[in-house]
Nanobody, 122 residues
Framework: QVQLVESGGGLVQAGDSLRLSCAAS????????MTWFRQAPGKAREFVAG????????GYADSVKGRFTVSRDNAKNTVMLQMDSLKPEDTAVYYC???????????????WGQGTLVTVSS
């Protein structure tokens, strides 16, 4: 079963750091871009950060720029989101999303992880 599995969420205080991971499993993947989203209670899901297939290009939402860093380890099929200087408004369920590529003809589109909860107390 092809899936993305997030880990690393938890309860922290404002100013603390957390590191989220998203691991792809179920097949041997050749390459894929990855995007992190989050959804706070009562709000719509929003873009947080993205990284290209080779890690050479990244993008961030203005609200997290300078505090969050996205990176990847393709040997482990894992993408990380380092979150520093956390604020209460970062409280949300964080999801990773990708179009997973096995070969040119075998792709899994719009795969989502189950989400990991990040709670930042003031």
């Amino acid at each position: 079963q092809v899936q993305l599995v997030e880990s690393g969420g938890g309860l922290v205080q404002a100013g603390d750091s957390l590191r989220l991971s998203c691991a792809a499993s179920g097949r041997t993947f050749s390459s894929y871009a990855m995007t992190w989203f989050r959804q706070a209670p009562g709000k719509a899901r929003e873009f947080v950060a993205g990284i290209s297939r080779d890690g050479g290009s990244t993008g961030y939402a203005d609200s997290v720029k300078g505090r969050f860093t996205v990176s990847r380890d393709n040997a482990k099929n894992t993408v990380m989101l380092q979150m520093d200087s956390l604020k209460p408004e970062d409280t949300a369920v964080y999801y990773c999303n990708a179009d997973l590529v096995v070969t040119r003809s075998i792709r899994y589109f719009d795969v989502w992880g189950q989400g990991t909860l990040v709670t930042v107390s003031s």
